[in-house]
């Protein structure tokens, strides 16, 4: 129940990160068009003549401020479509079209059921507002998320639907808008009754978190942070930035929702002297965290970095720093040490909650269109000037916070040993061992960059166990996110050797972080899911067919021969040929079978009985020459609880060659056992050893079955 | 370290099919796993050892995990244990 409930969560934030990925251009266009038609600032910086009102520049940054605020006052229909395509499974085009529609029919039903009751001067104030045109209930975007949600939910119950021969027309996805314009009727209806209490517990929620004050900004930013990891922190701190909870105020007029749109509201009036903290509170201390402190932490990982591997972490640590300063992306820094590190991300945490707390004792109002980046920062902070947002206090504790967090990480780094990037011996090693392999292999075939990429979605197919486990693929902004059917059939390792920095598994649900370059991922994965074989991928034959190609490539060579020979007198064949699918899938190990003629088991090489098993029908041998043999004579021989064999040796015993080991009653054992075919198997191979088998057909006891090679 | 306990309640105990599936499923965690039985130990990676310790129904065996994703690992055998044994 847990786990479904996250997976609803996780797919509910995910669907958020399509409309958020308009809110930069958005937010750029805006930033930039109220910023620089704003006459203070003009007046302040000499530039009236060049760029004031009536001027030709003055008319452009007008009308991007224009079309950049448009997105921000509509942001709800916005997500109603967003949320709707988001959820939809198939179709979604279909679905958007419905979102639409309920959203329209929902607000257009409140505002009747508002009018019949004595119009919007009976509400309450600021619990109306002009959506879309209609005068309805205040909502903000958690009208379009209820709308996107239900629609979604509607659409994935109905798209497929068949009705009667002579409503066939409007069967199937045509039906989806129908279903949702009636029952978005109903919604609106409803809601008229229900929204208004909701709103008024929503405010005092909101009270809450206002009336603790400084403790209230600790407790959101470190929330915030701890969410990241479940990747549900969009659902947490949207309600914050675009509703009542994240407060309310009144700007130019109008009541505003909503920590941001508060602050967006502000940007756009140039009679505001310093933009309201107590809205950007719930913003301003991403700024501190992700320009400064966390570099400083990339700073300290690099510089605890093993020498060797100094290079190899590098790039890694410097990319993801980069995108954290600039863009306010931070999961591509933070998974690198979230995993192996938890307690690192747990002080990262309460850093963030203290971010978030210092900016707001120190009234700093700089607020955001999705992250704290320089680019942000710039817009809304440093052209805004000092005397509206304090901004310079960003820079202060920036470097507090970078000279902190550099010098607790390295601590930290060195007394716990942890092991962050390059401070891990096999794990990493492998990896950049792997992807190493892989780069080699692109450059000698000369395979053109439309294969390479086909090559890592094949690889994250196959690591999620085949394009038949795969339920569905989706992106935020930093992860991949699927549901799986199956999600023991997903292999972390194959997946991380994709290049992703973590995985994440809850229930079915599977998030890899790849970082902001996953959109394209996600496109490459989901054309190449198009042509995939659909089947189920089973990574433990991955690691045999990487080895082969690890072996290809190294051109390694056999350096020795180690030879098994037969344990009994009868007919060698192929493991495959074992009639029984878990020795011929070689889950047991790899080897030969022989259906003996004779009655005698006989020690195959000189060597010591490492284990009669109780029923007598498999023996451990382990070889003098190192090699872990179990001689399994039968096929579901477990069943016959010892019957029809008799042992002849004892665990531990030392044995030579040709030794009697057990004595096998072959009538009764062909007469109950589904087959007296006998797996030799090594159970304990080395990723550099194989076997080759020798002899298919008659075999005496004692003569070579296979031999194992160990490659260099 | 995690640890539990499980009673194996598979008639035959652990023989071959069951030791391969093990093992399998203890190389998908990098955590070190080990089963305790009989006053034996064995890594949960080598068939032969887990065989060896000849573990039989109604026998406890004490399961740990040690290691970067030791719950996920406990978490992990536990179920596989439940299913299978």
Same mark, same amino acid.
Not at chain 1, 245 to 268: S, Y
């Given at each position: 129940?847990?786990?479904?409930?996250?997976?609803?969560?996780?797919?509910?934030?995910?669907?958020?990160?399509?409309?958020?990925?308009?809110?930069?251009?958005?937010?750029?266009?805006?930033?930039?068009?109220?910023?620089?038609?704003?006459?203070?600032?003009?007046?302040?910086?000499?530039?009236?003549?060049?760029?004031?009102?009536?001027?030709?520049?003055?008319?452009?940054?007008?009308?991007?401020?224009?079309?950049?605020?448009?997105?921000?006052?509509?942001?709800?229909?916005?997500?109603?479509?967003?949320?709707?395509?988001?959820?939809?499974?198939?179709?979604?085009?279909?679905?958007?079209?419905?979102?639409?529609?309920?959203?329209?029919?929902?607000?257009?039903?409140?505002?009747?059921?508002?009018?019949?009751?004595?119009?919007?001067?009976?509400?309450?104030?600021?619990?109306?507002?002009?959506?879309?045109?209609?005068?309805?209930?205040?909502?903000?975007?958690?009208?379009?998320?209820?709308?996107?949600?239900?629609?979604?939910?509607?659409?994935?119950?109905?798209?497929?639907?068949?009705?009667?021969?002579?409503?066939?027309?409007?069967?199937?996805?045509?039906?989806?808008?129908?279903?949702?314009?009636?029952?978005?009727?109903?919604?609106?209806?409803?809601?008229?009754?229900?929204?208004?209490?909701?709103?008024?517990?929503?405010?005092?929620?909101?009270?809450?978190?206002?009336?603790?004050?400084?403790?209230?900004?600790?407790?959101?930013?470190?929330?915030?942070?701890?969410?990241?990891?479940?990747?549900?922190?969009?659902?947490?701190?949207?309600?914050?930035?675009?509703?009542?909870?994240?407060?309310?105020?009144?700007?130019?007029?109008?009541?505003?929702?909503?920590?941001?749109?508060?602050?967006?509201?502000?940007?756009?009036?140039?009679?505001?002297?310093?933009?309201?903290?107590?809205?950007?509170?719930?913003?301003?201390?991403?700024?501190?965290?992700?320009?400064?402190?966390?570099?400083?932490?990339?700073?300290?990982?690099?510089?605890?970095?093993?020498?060797?591997?100094?290079?190899?972490?590098?790039?890694?640590?410097?990319?993801?720093?980069?995108?954290?300063?600039?863009?306010?992306?931070?999961?591509?820094?933070?998974?690198?040490?979230?995993?192996?590190?938890?307690?690192?991300?747990?002080?990262?945490?309460?850093?963030?909650?203290?971010?978030?707390?210092?900016?707001?004792?120190?009234?700093?109002?700089?607020?955001?269109?999705?992250?704290?980046?320089?680019?942000?920062?710039?817009?809304?902070?440093?052209?805004?000037?000092?005397?509206?947002?304090?901004?310079?206090?960003?820079?202060?504790?920036?470097?507090?916070?970078?000279?902190?967090?550099?010098?607790?990480?390295?601590?930290?780094?060195?007394?716990?040993?942890?092991?962050?990037?390059?401070?891990?011996?096999?794990?990493?090693?492998?990896?950049?061992?792997?992807?190493?392999?892989?780069?080699?292999?692109?450059?000698?075939?000369?395979?053109?960059?439309?294969?390479?990429?086909?090559?890592?979605?094949?690889?994250?197919?196959?690591?999620?166990?085949?394009?038949?486990?795969?339920?569905?693929?989706?992106?935020?902004?930093?992860?991949?996110?699927?549901?799986?059917?199956?999600?023991?059939?997903?292999?972390?390792?194959?997946?991380?050797?994709?290049?992703?920095?973590?995985?994440?598994?809850?229930?079915?649900?599977?998030?890899?972080?790849?970082?902001?370059?996953?959109?394209?991922?996600?496109?490459?994965?989901?054309?190449?899911?198009?042509?995939?074989?659909?089947?189920?991928?089973?990574?433990?034959?991955?690691?045999?067919?990487?080895?082969?190609?690890?072996?290809?490539?190294?051109?390694?060579?056999?350096?020795?021969?180690?030879?098994?020979?037969?344990?009994?007198?009868?007919?060698?064949?192929?493991?495959?040929?074992?009639?029984?699918?878990?020795?011929?899938?070689?889950?047991?190990?790899?080897?030969?079978?022989?259906?003996?003629?004779?009655?005698?088991?006989?020690?195959?090489?000189?060597?010591?009985?490492?284990?009669?098993?109780?029923?007598?029908?498999?023996?451990?041998?382990?070889?003098?020459?190192?090699?872990?043999?179990?001689?399994?004579?039968?096929?579901?021989?477990?069943?016959?609880?010892?019957?029809?064999?008799?042992?002849?040796?004892?665990?531990?015993?030392?044995?030579?060659?040709?030794?009697?080991?057990?004595?096998?009653?072959?009538?009764?054992?062909?007469?109950?056992?589904?087959?007296?075919?006998?797996?030799?198997?090594?159970?304990?191979?080395?990723?550099?050893?194989?076997?080759?088998?020798?002899?298919?057909?008659?075999?005496?006891?004692?003569?070579?079955?296979?031999?194992?090679?160990?490659?260099? | 370290?995690?640890?539990?306990?499980?009673?194996?309640?598979?008639?035959?105990?652990?023989? &071959?099919?069951?030791?391969?599936?093990?093992?399998?499923?203890?190389? /998908?965690?990098?955590? *070190?796993? #080990?089963?305790? +039985?009989? %006053?034996?130990?064995?890594? &949960?990676?080598?068939?032969?050892?887990?065989?060896?310790?000849?573990? /039989?129904?109604?026998? *406890?065996? #004490?399961?740990? +995990?040690? %290691?970067?994703?030791?719950? &996920?690992?406990?978490?992990?055998?536990?179920?596989?244990?439940?299913?299978?044994?």
């Amino acid at each position: 129940m847990k786990d479904k409930i996250f997976g609803v969560l996780q797919r509910v934030g995910r669907s958020f990160m399509l409309p958020i990925a308009i809110l930069p251009v958005a937010g750029l266009l805006l930033g930039l068009g109220s910023s620089f038609t704003n006459t203070t600032m003009l007046e302040t910086y000499g530039l009236m003549g060049v760029m004031g009102p009536g001027t030709v520049l003055n008319a452009i940054f007008q009308v991007m401020s224009a079309a950049g605020d448009i997105i921000f006052a509509n942001l709800p229909i916005i997500f109603a479509m967003g949320v709707a395509i988001g959820m939809a499974k198939k179709e979604k085009e279909v679905a958007a079209l419905a979102a639409v529609v309920a959203f329209f029919i929902m607000h257009a039903s409140i505002g009747a059921m508002i009018n019949i009751n004595g119009g919007a001067e009976q509400m309450l104030t600021g619990a109306t507002a002009s959506v879309c045109g209609i005068t309805s209930l205040q909502m903000g975007v958690f009208g379009g998320i209820i709308v996107g949600l239900g629609v979604a939910a509607l659409h994935n119950r109905f798209y497929k639907i068949e009705l009667p021969q002579v409503l066939s027309f409007f069967g199937g996805t045509r039906f989806v808008p129908i279903i949702s314009a009636l029952v978005y009727t109903v919604v609106g209806i409803a809601m008229f009754f229900i929204w208004p209490v909701i709103q008024n517990g929503i405010y005092a929620v909101g009270n809450v978190v206002m009336e603790s004050g400084y403790a209230g900004t600790w407790i959101y930013g470190f929330m915030e942070r701890l969410l990241i990891p479940f990747g549900l922190h969009h659902v947490f701190y949207l309600p914050f930035w675009q509703t009542g909870l994240g407060g309310t105020m009144v700007v130019a007029g109008q009541a505003i929702e909503g920590a941001q749109n508060i602050f967006f509201a502000q940007l756009g009036d140039p009679t505001v002297e310093h933009f309201a903290v107590s809205a950007t509170r719930f913003m301003s201390g991403k700024f501190p965290l992700m320009i400064f402190g966390l570099p400083g932490a990339a700073l300290a990982m690099y510089k605890t970095a093993k020498p060797e591997k100094k290079k190899a972490v590098f790039g890694l640590l410097l990319s993801a720093a980069l995108t954290s300063m600039l863009t306010g992306i931070t999961e591509p820094l933070e998974f690198t040490f979230i995993f192996v590190a938890p307690l690192l991300y747990g002080i990262h945490c309460v850093f963030a909650g203290a971010a978030y707390m210092i900016m707001h004792m120190l009234n700093v109002g700089v607020g955001m269109t999705f992250s704290g980046g320089i680019i942000d920062l710039t817009l809304f902070g440093i052209l805004q000037g000092n005397a509206k947002t304090n901004w310079i206090w960003i820079v202060v504790v920036g470097i507090v916070y970078f000279i902190v967090y550099y010098f607790l990480f390295s601590f930290l780094i060195k007394k716990l040993n942890l092991k962050t990037p390059g401070r891990d011996d096999s794990e990493e090693v492998k990896l950049y061992r792997r992807s190493d392999v892989d780069a080699r292999k692109k450059g000698t075939q000369a395979a053109d960059d439309g294969q390479a990429v086909d090559e890592m979605s094949r690889d994250i197919c196959n690591g999620l166990g085949g394009k038949k486990n795969i339920s569905d693929v989706d992106c935020c902004a930093t992860r991949l996110r699927c549901t799986v059917f199956d999600s023991s059939k997903v292999s972390d390792a194959m997946l991380k050797s994709t290049g992703a920095s973590g995985v994440i598994h809850k229930g079915n649900g599977v998030q890899i972080i790849y970082g902001p370059r996953v959109t394209v991922i996600k496109s490459n994965l989901e054309d190449y899911l198009e042509i995939a074989p659909d089947e189920v991928y089973d990574s433990s034959t991955t690691e045999t067919t990487e080895e082969e190609v690890q072996k290809e490539t190294k051109e390694t060579k056999v350096v020795q021969t180690i030879l098994i020979s037969s344990p009994m007198t009868g007919v060698a064949a192929d493991l495959s040929t074992a009639p029984d699918e878990g020795f011929a899938g070689k889950m047991m190990g790899d080897g030969a079978v022989v259906t003996p003629t004779d009655a005698v088991v006989r020690a195959p090489e000189d060597g010591e009985i490492a284990f009669v098993f109780d029923t007598k029908h498999a023996i451990g041998f382990m070889t003098d020459s190192g090699i872990s043999l179990l001689i399994h004579v039968g096929i579901d021989t477990v069943n016959l609880n010892g019957e029809g064999f008799e042992a002849l040796v004892e665990d531990g015993q030392k044995v030579k060659k040709g030794d009697p080991m057990l004595k096998l009653d072959l009538d009764y054992l062909k007469s109950h056992a589904p087959s007296i075919t006998s797996p030799v198997l090594c159970t304990e191979l080395e990723d550099n050893q194989k076997i080759r088998l020798l002899k298919e057909g008659d075999i005496q006891a004692g003569e070579a079955l296979f031999a194992v090679d160990i490659c260099e | 370290m995690k640890a539990f306990d499980y009673v194996i309640k598979d008639e035959i105990g652990i023989h &071959a099919r069951p030791a391969g599936l093990l093992v399998k499923e203890a190389k /998908k965690f990098e955590s *070190t796993i #080990t089963l305790k +039985a009989n %006053g034996k130990s064995a890594a &949960a990676t080598k068939l032969m050892a887990i065989m060896s310790m000849g573990v /039989k129904s109604g026998q *406890t065996v #004490t399961v740990e +995990a040690e %290691g970067a994703d030791e719950e &996920a690992a406990s978490a992990g055998m536990q179920a596989f244990f439940e299913e299978n044994l």
